[in-house]
């Protein structure tokens, strides 16, 4: 099975950009389609990103359409997660997840197989 590990949090002024790797272990991570997830204090986990096990497909919420982008490199076992014209309301523990279902599936967040631990984004104003 998968496990994942999220880095690239941090604190950065609203305006500026991050970008969030999710690193996986096991040799099947090309067949998992890929996701990012944020939980904001006091509020429920929401969509973020998603892509396809190719990288043919991506899926994306309108509150970061045009800001954010996924990506991933099947070599490195890695999922990207580029931020940009980061806003307050941005502010969120992140999370990646994968599901070997499909990204359709990874888009909904149910019963997703794998989650990680998280990595904290904080944007000031």
Known sequence: QV???E?????????????L?????????SHYAMGWFRQAPGKEREFVAAVSWSAGITYYADSVKGRFNISRDNAKNTV???MNNLK???T???YCAADGRGVGAVRTGRRLEVWGQGTLVTVSS
């Not at 790797?21 to 096991?26: D, L, T, Y």
């Open 80 to 82: 990207y997660l580029h």
């Open 3 to 5: 496990q994942l590990i």
């Open 21 to 29: 790797s999710c690193a996986a272990s096991g040799r099947t991570f």
């Open 92 to 94: 969120a523990v992140y």
């Open 7 to 19: 880095s690239g949090g941090g604190l950065v002024q609203a305006g500026g950009s991050l970008r």
């Open 88 to 90: 307050p309301e941005d």
